[in-house]
């Protein structure tokens, strides 16, 4: 079984970092795509960015585009999401997710996902 555990989230001015973290276990880390997604109170929940299961492959939504960066660390089995320039419409609680199978590159969409972690909460203050 998969387990996801998000942390790294906490409170930050409008223009400032944080760094999540997402640590899997339970399965070949180095052989799955991850996906970030975030949910913010009334929202659905909306993709991130994506980074592939060789860690060559990253994309984002355009609403983080050139702010936030994914990246993996296949030894630790963990996956980060860099926010930086950040603003009070990234406030949301972030999770990271896991598809099925492996070998795929990430998709954008919720179904493209099968575990979740529980999520860690990012308040940015303006």
């Known amino acids: 079984q998969v387990q996801l555990v998000e942390s790294g989230g906490g409170l930050a001015q409008t223009g400032g970092s944080l760094r999540l973290s997402c640590a899997a276990s339970?399965?070949?880390?180095?052989?799955?795509?991850m996906g970030w997604f975030r949910q913010a109170p009334g929202n659905e929940r909306e993709f991130v960015g994506g980074?592939?299961?060789?860690?060559?492959?990253?994309y984002y939504a355009d609403s983080v585009k050139g702010r936030f960066t994914i990246s993996r660390d296949n030894g630790k089995s963990t996956v980060y999401l860099q926010m930086n320039s950040l603003k009070p419409e990234d406030t949301a609680v972030y999770y990271c997710?896991?598809?099925?199978?492996?070998?795929?590159?990430?998709?954008?969409?919720?179904?493209?996902?099968?575990?979740w972690g529980q999520g860690t909460q990012v308040t940015v203050s303006s």
């Open positions: 339970g399965r070949t880390f180095f052989q799955y795509s």
């Open positions: 997710a896991a598809p099925n199978s492996a070998w795929v590159n990430p998709g954008k969409e919720i179904y493209d996902y099968e575990y």
């Open positions: 980074i592939s299961w060789s860690g060559t492959s990253t």
